[in-house]
């Protein structure tokens, strides 16, 4: 039996920034036993918009954000396995980290981090991988 | 005792795109692996010639992901099955033209995507890669 590809929407269509801003890609996309999670930026979920603020702030609002994705589509923030952040400022790290502490407490998932130019000034994009 | 899955290395049919080869660099086009494909990112090479293509970013674009279409029909899989894209440029001014031609790509329910801007090398304007899910056809040939 062959494995699927399916594509999974997020809870509220305000979270679907491929939709709302109109970019050609899927939030989430289920491959097998594993859920392929695009590059988030920080969006205001009521507003559907863009949510601008310092690289910490970003970092809660995606990762709350991610939280609501992945339980919606059966998984959930402990299934991450790998994490892959892009930071406008790697000076930022630090800030961004303390989130991070905070969000995956025990066992956090594996992760690279790097210092890139982003598109449309946001500070952080996050990816993910994680177990359906 | 679960089985180990094989490792398989994915060639492209077209030789002038492999490049891992022609530029005698130490990776692969591809690996497949149970049920995915993952391959190395790839550029702007024109098929006919196997040279590199600069110049405007919307044929670069979709020269790569042209080539890209093709290492997946030779690993026995298809546009339709990747579940996740990488797609770096050199500059962020080209992300508008690149949009417009990756479109056209992915149609329909496309995969999950990254963008982002950073140094790539040979000069060229993007780098894209991408995990797929294998054909349903079984190991290829």
């Given at each position: 039996?062959?494995?699927?590809r399916?594509i999974i929407?997020?809870?509220?269509?305000?979270?679907?920034?491929?939709k709302?801003l109109?970019?050609p890609t899927?939030?989430v996309?289920?491959?097998g036993?594993?859920?392929?999670?695009?590059?988030l930026?920080?969006i205001d979920?009521l507003?559907?918009r863009?949510?601008?603020?310092t690289a910490?702030?970003?970092t809660?609002?995606?990762?709350?954000n991610?939280?609501?994705?992945?339980?919606?589509?059966?998984?959930?923030?402990?299934?991450?396995?790998?994490?892959?952040v892009?930071?406008?400022?790697?000076?930022?790290?630090?800030n961004?980290?303390e989130v991070?502490?905070?969000?995956?407490?025990s066992?956090?998932?594996?992760?690279t981090?790097c210092g890139?130019?982003?598109?449309?000034?946001v500070?952080v994009i996050?990816?993910?991988?994680?177990?359906? | 005792?679960?089985?180990?899955l094989?490792?398989s290395v994915i060639?492209?049919?077209n030789?002038?795109?492999n490049v891992s080869?022609?530029a005698?660099?130490p990776h692969?086009p591809?690996?497949?692996?149970?049920d995915?494909?993952?391959l190395?990112?790839?550029?702007?090479?024109?098929?006919e010639?196997?040279?590199r293509?600069h110049?405007?970013i919307a044929e670069?674009v979709?020269?790569?992901?042209?080539n890209?279409?093709h290492?997946?029909?030779?690993?026995g899989?298809?546009?339709?099955?990747?579940?996740?894209v990488?797609?770096?440029l050199?500059d962020?001014?080209?992300?508008p033209?690149?949009?417009?031609?990756?479109?056209?790509?992915?149609?329909?329910?496309p995969?999950?995507?990254?963008?982002?801007s950073?140094?790539l090398?040979?000069?060229?304007g993007?780098?894209?890669?991408?995990?797929?899910?294998?054909g349903?056809?079984g190991?290829?040939?």
């Open positions: 039996m062959s494995v699927t399916s929407s997020p809870p509220t269509p305000t979270l679907d920034a491929g709302a109109g970019q899927s939030m996309v289920r491959g036993p594993f859920l392929f999670v695009a590059g930026t920080a979920p507003s559907g863009r949510e601008r603020g910490a702030s970003e809660v609002r995606i990762l709350a991610l939280k609501d994705m992945l339980e919606a589509a059966g998984s959930s923030l402990d299934k991450v396995v790998k994490v892959n892009l930071l406008a400022s790697m000076l930022e790290a630090p961004v980290n991070f502490a905070r969000t995956f407490p066992d956090p998932p594996a992760r981090t890139v130019a982003l598109p449309d000034g500070k996050i990816e993910c991988t994680a177990l359906a | 005792m679960t089985p180990r094989a490792r060639q492209p049919e030789p002038r795109l080869r022609s005698n660099l692969v591809g690996i497949r692996a149970g995915y494909i993952f190395s990112g790839m550029g702007p090479i024109d098929p010639t196997g040279d293509v110049g405007p670069q979709r020269l790569t992901l042209g890209m279409a290492m997946l029909h030779s690993a899989s298809s546009m339709d099955r990747v579940l996740r990488h797609v770096v050199a962020l001014a080209d992300v033209e690149m949009d417009r031609v990756y479109r056209g790509f992915f149609p329909v329910d995969p999950a995507r990254t963008v982002w950073m140094q090398r040979f000069g060229n993007c780098e894209i890669e991408c995990v797929a899910l294998a349903d056809a190991q290829p040939a």
